[in-house]
């Protein structure tokens, strides 16, 4: 089965029926490496909730992402990035109208080709991808969310090179 046709099939699973409406949609772009990233995002929010007794809680969603690595000029090249990520999230209980959050998260994500920036060489496509991040919800409904993260993707040791790649990314959200 090729890529593409994998790539459809869990976009048509991860699309289909009421059970897995979207809960929101997400842009972001980021700098890294002498590499700019650009990806777009879904998210499925988590009905559960820990730590529930104080103005703060921990709640959580599930983030399938696609982008695009590009490299410098000269370099000229052109990467794809797939992921699926769990992110945790400390958020306050009852919002008021500006709603401040910090999140982490340690996700999978698949990378082709696996050659970037001329000089950094990944050992293979699949990659984990972990985040810190912070930022704040506003609206009327909360509808909206812009925060940063930092992101780092290597593929945790398993096979050499293990070059790893940093971003500091800008992503902005609209939740329905």
């Known amino acids: 089965m090729t890529m593409k046709k994998i790539g459809v099939l869990v976009w ?45 809680l921990v709640a959580g969603f599930w983030e399938a992402s696609a982008g695009r690595w590009d490299t410098p000029v000269g370099h000229g090249k052109s990467f794809t990035d797939v992921g699926f990520t769990p992110v945790f999230r400390l958020q306050q209980k009852s919002p008021s109208i500006v709603a401040p959050y910090a999140e982490a998260a340690v996700g999978v994500h698949i990378i082709s080709p696996t050659f970037v920036n001329g000089t950094r060489q990944f050992s293979s496509v699949f990659q984990f991808g972990d985040h810190l991040g912070a930022g704040a919800r506003f609206g009327d409904r909360q509808q909206f969310d812009l925060g940063y993260r930092f992101q780092h993707l290597s593929n945790a040791g398993f096979s050499h090179p293990n070059p790893g790649i940093n971003f500091n990314q800008i992503r902005l959200s609209y939740h329905f």
Not at 25 to 43: D, K, L, N, P, Y
Not at 44 to 56: A, G, L, R, V
């Open 12 to 56: 048509a699973l991860l699309l289909g029926g009421n059970a897995c409406a979207i809960d929101g949609i997400s842009v972001e772009h980021g700098h890294g490496s002498s590499t700019e990233m650009a990806r777009v995002g879904a998210q499925w929010d988590w009905e559960k909730k820990w730590f529930t007794e104080n103005s703060w």
